[in-house]
């Protein structure tokens, strides 16, 4: 179950199948307009070389469909297009997508 910002309560056993899905899907989009920030915030913008980084280990050959499952705002989508590959990125959570 989850409290009005949509974080699980601690308190309570984790839900399961489609409550599950719901919760976390309701959580992410509450997060979403700050999401990239704190993400750039908590790893000291660390994660824009990890991204770097995965996509040049991946080593795919040039143009490569891939799919970002869970893709979240789609920061890694981006940076596998910039390297001239086609990302489709899929998310449970609208408010990440937008
Ligand atoms: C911690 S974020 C990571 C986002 C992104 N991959 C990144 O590295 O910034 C986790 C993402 O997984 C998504 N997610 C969680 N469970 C999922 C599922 N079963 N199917 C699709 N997306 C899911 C959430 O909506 C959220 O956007």
Request: charged share 25%.
């Amino acid at each position: 179950m989850t409290g009005p910002t949509g974080i699980p309560d601690p308190d309570q056993p984790l839900p399961t199948g489609e409550a599950k899905a719901t919760a976390v899907r309701s959580m992410f989009d509450a997060i979403a307009p700050r999401y990239d920030l704190i993400n750039r915030i908590m790893t000291f913008r660390l994660d824009v070389r990890w991204r770097k980084r995965t996509v040049r280990r991946l080593a795919l050959p040039d143009g490569s469909a891939v799919l970002d499952l869970a893709c979240g705002t789609g920061d890694l989508c981006r940076d596998l297009a910039a390297a001239g590959h086609r990302p489709v990125g899929m998310d449970l959570s609208w408010g990440m997508l937008a």
